[in-house]
């Protein structure tokens, strides 16, 4: 079962790293049957093997002519070796004859290998001549330009690892080897809830004091994009029973419940109070990143559930830095989450698209926290990337969507002054 840090010490921070070594522990979802045609993008729950020897026969890689090496050994422009052409076999076809010595056969790329024939000389390094003949003009020596069966992938080799996830290059080889279902683990399914008195619905008009409801659809579709379901809750008013009813019920459908707002310590903050209502364990209360720092995560009837932070640009770096590698765990994917060092985190298994960049202008950072600050990305007169710190803090909006990405500054660090090389987390 996982732990939890410091029980319920409330936003005693801990460090990033910690709390993702407490979200890799939670167990994984249950395998399911894919149609392999639909499943990029789906986890492997098993490893696949190889059925056959792949490809299942000596093929030709490029047009040309199948010939016997000793035939056009030495071969050159000058001196080229003159063979007799015996035809022409088409792809998907196999050619009745033998090829024998001092003959060719015009093969396509892909075409079956003749038998007597150990070569395929490229078609630009022939040309055919009176008299049925075929001049080539460069040596082949044995295997050159032949994929030999098996060579690909032999029967009984495993093709995929469990956890890969399957991209359109998988889809294409395993579609390849005939392999039309696959054990693949379920999408995680992902509650979101909005909460605060202060929010209306998008269609609603604000009043005064109010403001339209931006987290919980930015965290269903941050949620959507990658393929998993979220289901969007509503708003919640602050009122600690239909929270806890809300909770409740998400959970029912849900494998990770998301609640915006209310992660920190206040009068009206009452995620925290609701989770242990519900029988839940506080794992972390406050993560030693800015934004982000009143994250929340409770373990509930076995399952995560989030209280993210209020502010939008809090809400969409927390969400890219615990709450997207949590669900990558629990669908299946092995990245090594909980295995990172301070030094290179978020590294390149869990923040794959980044860029590197010369910052325009000096920025002070908050000692003791890893702070994560927004940057546009532009080109200056010398082509170099250059990445401009967005101002505002992370209650404005639209640096949000100013923004192209996100740089580290390490809690060790007291800032970076312009000109420094950084590397920008870029958003996918």
């Known amino acids: 079962m996982t732990e939890g840090i410091q029980g319920n010490e409330f936003l005693k921070l801990v460090p990033p790293l910690q709390a993702l070594k407490v979200l890799s522990e939670f167990g994984g979802l249950e395998p399911e049957a894919a149609e392999v045609a639909d499943a990029v993008g789906r986890v492997l729950a098993e490893s696949v093997v190889v059925p056959h020897d792949y490809p299942p026969f000596d093929r030709a890689t490029v047009d040309g002519y199948a010939v016997r090496s000793l035939d056009v050994q030495g071969a050159s422009n000058g001196v080229p070796a003159t063979l007799e052409s015996i035809g022409r076999i088409e792809a998907g076809r196999v050619f009745d004859g033998r090829v024998g010595p001092g003959q060719a056969l015009a093969v396509p790329t892909g075409g079956v ?70 054990s693949v683990v379920r999408r995680p399914v992902v509650g979101v809830l909005a909460t605060g008195n202060e929010i209306v619905s998008p269609d609603q008009e604000p009043g005064p004091g109010q403001i339209r409801d931006v987290n919980q659809h930015a965290m269903a579709a941050a949620v959507e994009s990658r393929g998993w379901r979220a289901i969007r809750g509503g708003i919640v008013p602050d009122r600690l029973d239909e929270l806890t009813a809300s909770v409740a019920g998400l959970l029912s459908d849900c494998d990770v419940v998301l609640l915006s707002g209310g992660s920190s310590v206040g009068v009206r903050d009452l995620t925290a109070t609701a989770l242990e209502r519900l029988g839940g364990r506080i794992l972390f209360h406050g993560v030693a990143v800015k934004p982000g720092r009143p994250t929340i995560c409770a373990m509930v009837n076995g399952k995560p559930v989030f209280g993210m932070p209020g502010h939008p640009v809090s809400s969409a770096v927390s969400f890219e830095l615990f709450v997207a590698p949590l669900l990558r765990s629990i669908e299946g994917e092995v990245f090594g989450l909980g295995e990172m060092d301070v030094r290179s985190w978020p590294d390149a298994r869990m923040w794959p698209t980044r860029q590197r960049a010369l910052l325009a202008r000096r920025v002070a950072s908050v000692p003791g926290r890893d702070e994560f600050i927004r940057v546009r990305l532009r080109r200056d007169a010398q082509d170099r990337w250059m990445a401009d710190p967005v101002p505002g803090d992370s209650s404005v909006l639209t640096s949000v969507v100013s923004a192209h990405g996100l740089v580290r500054l390490p809690a060790g660090l007291e800032g970076l002054e312009a000109g420094s090389e950084v590397e920008v987390l870029t958003y996918g």
Not at 160 to 172: C, F, P, Q, Y
Request: charged content about 20%.
């Open 113 to 182: 290998l003749p038998r007597g024939a150990d070569a395929v000389v490229m078609v630009e390094d022939t040309a055919e001549v009176a008299g049925g003949l075929v001049e080539v003009y460069r040596a082949a020596g044995v295997g050159r330009n032949v994929l030999h069966r098996g060579e690909d992938a032999g029967e009984g080799q495993i093709l995929l690892v469990a956890g890969t996830r399957l991209r359109s290059h998988h889809i294409g080889a395993l579609c390849g080897l005939g392999i039309g279902t696959a």
